[in-house]
């Protein structure tokens, strides 16, 4: 067993006070999430941030009124991958955040960034929303046809490093985070979130939906004082 921590999205705009985009108690979240870098039972520790360009296809003002409202509003979106441009689906609209190069998109300092060995940004390209760190909204999950959404082969990297298990944290618990723990699962990992290192855009009947598709994929949903944690055992 070897095991990989994938911290997602800690960065500014997801967090209060000021974040375009900001997770409620997110901020909070940063003492345990560092108690979880510093265990010695991760094998690889890796933090996940949203990298979007400035006319990024899920931001609200990149649409006309007056279906353009954030939070409320859908759009139809393509398939970037070749041949599959026919295939669509209906995208949630945001308020602008995590512009990449922006403050927003930085980590925020209460992360102890000094356990982190690796960095993934996602959501680069502006034609398809990328809310895992491991494949767009399609679920397309090729190193070819990802990469102007992602700049690291997340996949690749946890099967070169002889990973088995990936237990996710970070924002938000409905979104980003319960699709790279269900993404973690289509590429043949044993995966977990752990519940009390995450918080939620809709914290109530949206986490209740996340959990029920997180049930469905074969994901584990635990605790950072759990077992699953617990027994973790070094390995390099």
Not at 6 to 31: H, K, T, W, Y
Request: proline share 7%; glycine share 8%.
């Amino acid at each position: 067993m070897k095991a990989a921590l994938i911290v997602v999205d800690m960065q500014e705009d997801f967090c209060p006070p000021n974040g375009s985009l900001a997770v409620q108690e997110a901020r909070d979240l940063a003492p345990t999430i560092n108690t979880l870098l510093a265990h010695p039972g991760f094998t690889l520790r890796i933090a996940s941030q949203d990298s979007h360009p400035a006319n990024h296809i899920s931001f609200a003002p990149n649409h006309p009124a007056p279906n353009n409202r954030p939070f409320e509003c859908h759009i139809e979106m393509a398939n970037p991958a070749p041949g599959k441009e026919s295939e669509t689906k209906p995208q949630r609209l945001w308020p602008i955040h995590c512009v990449a190069g922006t403050k927003g998109a930085e980590i925020i300092p209460e992360i102890d960034t000094a356990n982190i060995d690796l960095y993934v940004q996602k959501g680069m390209d502006a034609r398809v929303e990328m809310y895992s760190a491991f494949a767009d909204a399609f679920g397309n999950l090729d190193a070819e046809v990802n990469r102007s959404s992602v700049d690291v082969h997340l996949k690749g990297v946890l099967e070169e490093r002889g990973i088995t298990d990936v237990f996710v944290v970070g924002v938000a618990g409905d979104y980003c985070v319960k699709f790279t723990a269900v993404d973690a699962a289509r590429a043949g990992l044993r995966s977990y979130l752990v519940e009390d290192a995450v918080r939620c855009v809709d914290p109530g009947l949206g986490w209740e939906e996340a959990k029920r598709e997180l049930s469905e994929a074969g994901v584990r949903v635990v605790r950072s004082d759990g077992p699953e944690v617990a027994g973790l055992v070094g390995s390099v």
